[in-house]
Structures are given as C-alpha cells and as structure tokens.
C-alpha cells in the first residue's frame, strides 16, 4: 500500500525504492512473471505497465532493458529513442565497468537499432561503433547487418557492401543481409560471397553452431541409434530432404550465351554426418538448399538476367515455386524486361494466391496497369489496398499512377510525394514523380526528383531514362544518349533500347545510326515480332541507304498492319530513294488518307514529295 502511494503522490523514485527494500520483498521476479504473460497474450500496455513498475523498483541496467524492449515491441520507436537517451552513456549513468557486460551490449544494441528505425542514422552508427568486445556471436552480426543498412542509406555502397558481407559470414541465415549484398552489388560477384557461406560442406559446422539445442524426435516405429529422422510431412507443405535429392540442383545451360550463370551447382552429400542427429543436420542442409536457390534467384531478378531468372524459377521446388514472394519475382522479371501483359498476368496470380500480401512489388503492377492503359483496373486495385493501408507507401504509389492514368498529373505528384514523406528514402516513388514532373513540363522539378532516385540508388534505370527524357526534351542529344546508354547498361530491355535509339537516330550522324541499328537487333534478338523496333529498324536502314533491306522490312510490316500511317510513310520514303515517283506517291497518299488528324510528318513528307515532283517538272 505504501508503495502504490507514493507512486499516486509522485514521490521519488528512490523514496519507493527504499521502502520496498528496506520493509517488504521486491516483487522483481512476480512482475516479470506479469511482463512475459502479457506479451505472449499481447497485451503491451499491460507489460509497459509492469515494465515502469520493474524499473521504478529496481532502477538497474536490466530493467531498462526490459522496458525499452516492451516500448519496442508497441512500436513506439520514438518513446524508445527517448527513454534510453536520458540514460545514455549507460556505462557512466549505471557505473558499469566491464565495457562487454551482456546487459551493457544488449541495452547499446537496442538503442542503435531504434536509432536506425528512427532515422537517426548518424547516431545509430556512433552507438553501433561504440559496442566493444560483443560476447555473443549473434550480436556481432547483428551490429555488422545494421551498420550494413546504415551505409546504404548514408550512399556508401562500398562500405555497405562490407558490412552485409561480414554478417552474412557470422550468420548465413540472415535473409534482411542476403537482400542488402543483392540491392548493392551491383556488378560485384554476389555468389562468388554467397557460395562458400551457403555450401552444404558447411552443415556440420552450422548445425553445431547454431541448432545445437534442436531436438527431433523419431518417428513411431523408427528406431535410430544416436540419429533422429525428421518427421515426415505431406508433398505440399514442406520438402523433405529425401525429396531433395531428387531435385535438380544445377542451372541448366539453355541460357543465351551472352548471359551470365548465377549460380554454381549444389550437391547433397550422401554421407550422413551423426555429430548431433540426422535429423537436425538432414534439415540444416534443406534449409542452407533452398536459401542456396532463392539468393540465386534474387541475384539474377536483381541483375534483370530475364533468362535465367526463368529457368531458376522452373527448377524451384514446388511448393516454393507457388508461394507469393516468387510470383512476386517473377512478374517484376517480366515487368523489367517490358513484357507488361505477362507481367499482369503473374500479379494476378499472386493476388489470388495471397490476397491479403501488401506486397511491395505491387507498384510495379500498377506501373504495369498505367503502361497498358487499364484505368478501371487499376482504380479497383488502388481500392483494395485503401481497405489494407491506406497509409502505406505502396498505396500512396498506387493512388499516384491511378491518377496519373486518366491525365490528373497534379495529383498523382500529390500523392507520390506523400510517398516519399512517408519514407524519404523510396527510391520508386522519387522516380515516378519525376517522370509526372516530366509530363507537366516542370523539367528542373523533374530533374530534381531523378536525381534524389539516383543519389539512393545508381542502379535506378527508371531514373535515368527520366533524365535522358528531359535531356531529350531541350534537345540535348548527346547528354540524352548518356543517359539512356547508362540506363540500358543497367537494364536493357525493350523499351529502353528503342528509346536510347530514337536519340541516336535524332544525331543524323553515320556512326550513330549504325549504333541506333545495333541496339534495335538487340531488341529483335529476343522479340522478333515487336513492330516498332521493326519500323524503328526499317528508318535506320533507309538513313544509312541500305534500301533493300528497308523495302524488305517495310512490306513484311504492311502485311501485319496494312493500316498503320506510319508504315505507308516508311514505304513511301523508301519508294522515294528508289526513284519510283508512282509508288512513293501511292503509299505517300494511303499514309495521309489513314491518318486524318495528320501526325507530324505524315503532311510535312507529302508536301515535300510534291514540291520535289513539281520542281523535277519545272
């Protein structure tokens, strides 16, 4: 009773503390009793309840840190940060000498770890730094994981690339760490780091180090002598490792040969190891398996090896290959290579799937839907995620392409840059609203936006096409072909190879047509039935005076869009060159009668035809 009234009163700390010391028994180990129940049923205000009563009686180390892992666990980062900041330094305000005391690492491990989720990146690095001597293995990787994140979102991808490298060699398991080598390699040999880490020569070690408490128990029936079998589960839930060693575990060779193999092969030894149970070590190489295949898989989606990605996805075992977070890949794969139609299809699947999955890559589906022109579409899905989050980052994105699909730019930059205040470092976003800036005719904005993109993330294609764009746009066409030559040596697809050939074309110069040409057969090399590069292909020819080569394609083209302006006007064009007036003239008219709202050129061509003819007669 003396105590509940002084904490009414607001007595002092101290004054309870005595009073609980001094006439009555600390009720220490009953309120954390109270703390870990209210957890595990989920009621947090309850455990940061009892978590202040803990710290008001005791006042050590270790209460503090249960009180800032309670205050995490709510998800108040900011009261968090607050809380341990009135503490900090911890070593001097609790007197600590021995600099790795386990509670001293833990409590300066959650501090920097709310800093980094606060933003406070700087600070989080100096706490992280501070750390000396971590005793426990975990907590130096996990110091390594986040001082990994910390760098790359300060832009220091070398450093950041060292850091997740190291984590990844103290803990193999750790996925947030694979994905953050993946996102910035970039051109680094990313399996060259994951193979040794991820082979299964490492088992035992692994089984040892980290699964040494892992018990399983046998099957009924099943006797062992020191090995334990892991129990077995139906075809659809899990793979077995039995199961495993029947699947094909090396890349098959139909690549192009201008790709890159991601992976090397992983063989399953057939000798069991008995260091501590077949079971735990049956299951740790499954697991070192198939985190084996999904980096594999993360490192060509990453380096937009369309191919490869393909063939890495057939030959995932099949209840992984069904799941939304490989669909999820797969339709990204088809987006990045501008195959927009398959890529809808396969987000549709992985909505049906896992409809309730607020999945990040569904910005690249409402890309998709703007790219086809599917406003209905897409103003149902931007709904559906309203019903989710309505203040997520993916919606905001959504709602901004759904404006931006029935011309409302201003709104869809309103709502993108409500993206990137909600998180200033979302690269997608900065890019989209450039390109809406773009439409507008806002070019410093735009550039401003693509750049922001860039600084985050150099490997943004989108980004760069966006500044190749605007460069393009002042007629700038050489600072607009390095753009678009950097954003095709990051990623090149379709569409921006012909775009990057469009501003070649635009120099009218000998050298640089033959380039335009190149990067067109490199689109026609996986797609040879994609009419524009065709037609694009076509007008490079007839520059360069390969006329037959031109007629060739301009006629194989009239015969699969017998009414399309565009392909009468390249005929008639090359018609022109060859001297036959009738036919130039011919299809020169069909090009003007089949477009009656008169594109540039098509008018512009006829009457130059005439004034020639009318000039020759003279």
């Known amino acids: 009773l003396q105590f509940l009234y002084f904490i009414e009163k607001g007595e002092r700390r101290g004054k309870i503390r005595e009073i609980m010391t001094t006439q009555h028994q600390p009720p220490t180990e009953v309120i954390k009793q109270l703390i870990e129940r209210s957890l595990e049923l989920f009621l947090y205000e309850d455990a940061k309840f009892y978590a202040e009563m803990l710290h008001t009686v005791k006042g050590d180390l270790g209460s503090l840190l249960e009180l800032g892992n309670v205050t995490m666990k709510i998800g108040d980062m900011g009261g968090c940060v607050r809380l341990l900041r009135h503490y900090y330094p911890f070593q001097e305000h609790f007197q600590v ?23 406070r990146y700087q600070e989080a690095e100096t706490v992280f730094k501070s750390i000396r001597d971590p005793t426990s293995y975990q907590h130096q990787a996990g110091i390594a ?18 850091s997740f490298a190291k984590c990844i060699h103290m803990n193999p398991f750790s996925w947030s760490a694979i994905e953050g080598l993946v996102e910035c390699s970039g051109k680094v040999n990313t399996m060259g780091v994951l193979e040794p880490v991820l082979s299964p020569e490492k088992c035992d070690e692994y089984t040892e180090l980290y699964f040494s408490n892992v018990k399983i128990e046998a099957k009924e029936g099943q006797h062992d002598e020191g090995t334990a079998e892991a129990p077995s589960t139906p075809t659809n839930a899990t793979i077995t490792p039995k199961k495993l060693k029947k699947t094909p575990t090396t890349a098959p060779s139909k690549i192009n040969s201008g790709r890159k193999a991601v992976g090397k092969p992983i063989s399953t030894p057939q000798k069991q190891p008995a260091a501590i149970g077949g079971g735990v070590v049956e299951q740790t190489r499954t697991l070192l398996f198939l985190l084996h295949k999904h980096a594999s898989l993360l490192v060509a989606c990453s380096s937009y090896n369309f191919n490869e990605t393909l063939t890495l996805i057939n030959d995932f075992p099949a209840p992984f290959r069904h799941t939304g977070y490989i669909q999820g890949l797969l339709a990204k794969a088809f987006y990045d290579e501008g195959l927009y139609t398959e890529s809808c299809n396969a987000f549709e699947t992985l909505r049906r799937m896992e409809p309730h999955r607020l999945d990040p ?5 409402s890309s998709c839907l703007w790219q086809l022109q599917r406003d209905k579409q897409l103003a149902h899905l931007s709904q559906e ?3 989710m989050d309505k203040l997520s980052v993916v919606t905001q994105v959504v709602l901004g392409n759904t404006h931006s699909v029935v011309g409302e730019h201003d709104g869809a930059i309103q709502f993108l840059q409500r993206a990137c205040n909600i998180d200033k470092y979302h690269v997608y976003a900065s890019a989209l609203k450039g390109m809406e800036h773009l439409v507008l005719e806002e070019l410093d904005d735009a550039v401003q936006a693509f750049r922001a993109a860039i600084r985050l993330d150099p490997r943004q294609y989108t980004a760069w096409h966006g500044l190749g764009s605007v460069a ?13 030559k950097r954003a095709c040596t990051i990623n090149p697809n379709p569409p921006l190879l012909l775009a990057y050939a469009n501003v070649l074309m635009e120099e009218s110069t000998p050298s640089c047509t033959e380039l335009a040409l190149n990067n067109i057969n490199r689109v026609l090399v996986h797609q040879p039935n ?3 590069a065709r037609l694009r292909k076509g007008e490079a020819l007839l520059r360069i005076n390969r006329l037959p080569e031109a007629k060739e394609i301009a006629l194989s083209l009239l015969e699969t869009s017998p009414k399309e302006a565009k392909v009468n006007l390249l005929l008639g064009r090359v018609y022109r060159r060859l001297g036959d007036k009738i036919k130039a003239l011919q299809y020169f008219n069909f090009a003007l009668g089949l477009d009656p709202k008169d594109t540039p050129g098509v008018r512009y061509e006829v009457d130059k035809y005439h ?3 009318d000039s020759g007669e003279e």
């Open 472 to 484: 393009a746009k002042q007629e700038k066409w050489k600072e607009a072909a390095e753009h678009f």
């Open 611 to 613: 004034d020639e003819l």
């Open 361 to 365: 890559k569904l910005m690249y589906y």
């Open 145 to 162: 994981h986040w001082l990994g994140h910390i760098k790359r979102f300060t832009c220091r991808e070398t450093h950041a690339l060292e």
């Open 97 to 119: 000498r021995a600099k790795n005391d386990q509670g001293l690492v833990k409590l300066q491990y959650l501090y920097g770890v709310c800093l980094v989720h606060t933003h």
């Open 385 to 387: 995620l309203i019903q």
């Open 530 to 532: 994609h009419s524009l």
